[in-house]
T-cell receptor
Framework: DGGITQSPKYLFRKEGQNVTLSCEQN?????MYWYRQDPGQGLRLIYY???????QKGDIAEGYSVSREKKESFPLTVTSAQKNPTAFYLC?????????FGPGTRLTVL | KNQVEQSPQSLIILEGKNCTLQ??????????LRWYKQDTGRGPVSLTI?????NTKSNGRYTATLDADTKQSSLHITASQLSDSASYIC?????????????FGRGTSLIVHP
């Protein structure tokens, strides 16, 4: 069953904590992306990776970090430096000219 | 700066009625335009993709049009169903650079009432 999985579906964070969102794909795609979605806003690019061991900052990378040690995995860490992290986070991978999205993780800061 | 504007922001229609969503873009050089459907709390799913040479493309009750001269696209939904209630996102990509970084619109929120 091919696709993109994200976990957890819901995540709660206390102020000052770092949390890591998981993104895994078995589609054999090279490129992967992390987006943030807020109500009434379009998707905003946090980080993207075109190949293993390489990644680039997107428009809103401050307070976030990523790694790409394996082709299948692109975890996102939301650090305590991100002052307003409550949002819906979407991971995507790309095949030719289409992005395929995961089901998302909703992060809430308590 | 590349931009994608969608209208209306939200739309409420009765089940069985038709509706049309609009997308205007200033992305250059243009590569393709894609419409996504996003159910609440889920990831977006692609409905159609339009390239420069295509004017119309259908996917069941969804029909997308593209006018590359005026840089406008529309998504027409025929005989709406309750399951069409979702956000519809217009996404435009360009051909510049080596990375695929599309530009997303803010989406149109569609509510279909019985």
């Amino acid at each position: 069953d091919g696709g993109i999985t994200q976990s957890p579906k819901y995540l709660f964070r206390k102020e000052g904590q770092n949390v890591t969102l998981s993104c895994e794909q078995n589609l054999n795609h090279d490129a992967m992306y992390w987006y943030r979605q807020d109500p009434g806003q379009g998707l905003r690019l946090i980080y993207y990776s075109q190949i293993v061991n390489d990644f680039q900052k997107g428009d809103i990378a401050e307070g976030y970090s990523v790694s790409r040690e394996k082709k299948e995995s692109f975890p996102l860490t939301v650090t305590s430096a991100q002052k307003n992290p409550t949002a819906f986070y979407l991971c995507a991978s790309k095949d030719y000219n289409e992005q395929f999205f995961g089901p998302g993780t909703r992060l809430t800061v308590l | 700066k590349n931009q994608v504007e969608q209208s209306p922001q939200s739309l409420i229609i009765l089940e069985g009625k038709n509706c049309t969503l609009q997308c205007n873009y200033t992305v250059s050089p243009f590569s393709n335009l894609r419409w996504y459907k996003q159910d609440t709390g889920r990831g977006p799913v692609s409905l159609t993709i339009m390239t420069f040479s295509e004017n119309t493309k259908s996917n069941g009750r969804y029909t997308a049009t593209l006018d590359a001269d005026t840089k406008q696209s529309s998504l027409h939904i025929t005989a709406s169903q309750l399951s069409d209630s979702a956000s519809y996102i217009c996404v435009v990509s360009d051909t510049s650079g080596g990375s695929y970084i599309p530009t997303f619109g803010r989406g149109t929120s569609l509510i279909v009432h019985p």
